[in-house]
């Protein structure tokens, strides 16, 4: 894991790819509780005897289960600990070119982008690609975007 300790370590690193997390199985039991918890029980993902006459032979994660778990998946590749606060200050670009099956293993793919100055502090670009195993497309490619407080 990368751990970087102040903004000239993340300005040097810009355009480089940072490394890739552990695979981990995205289990039925992990779809349940998101769909709990957001209230999207929507059959593809909950109905595992339904799914399977479904386009895609079995249940799938929601696209925004797999978004949420960009940050536990990037703080097993790099870690961000300069002195002042970190800001999810949101995302430029989401995309969910491919389906994740339950059962599937997935890990992030971590690269930072472009580093610019605000008022604020500095706003760093940290582009994920959620990978699957054994598939050529990502289940996920995500631009966000982050404030480093002065």
Request: with cysteine; glycine share 10%.
């Amino acid at each position: 894991m990368h751990v970087f300790t102040t903004i000239e370590e993340i300005e040097a690193a810009a355009g480089k790819e940072i490394g890739a997390s552990e695979w981990v199985e995205v289990t039925q039991e992990r779809v349940n509780d998101f769909a709990d918890a957001t209230g999207d029980h929507q059959w593809i993902h909950v109905d595992v005897e339904k799914a399977k006459a479904g386009p895609f032979g079995g249940t799938i994660a929601h696209g925004y289960l797999t978004l949420s778990m960009m940050p536990w998946l990037g703080s097993h590749v790099f870690g961000i600990e300069t002195s002042g606060a970190r800001l999810n200050y949101g995302m430029n670009k989401v995309r969910f070119p491919n389906p994740v099956l339950v059962g599937s293993r997935i890990r992030a793919r971590v690269s930072l982008g472009e580093v610019t100055d605000l008022p604020a502090g500095k706003q760093v670009i940290i582009n994920y690609a959620i990978e699957i195993e054994d598939q050529a497309k990502p289940a996920c490619v995500a631009e966000t975007v982050v404030l480093l407080l002065a």
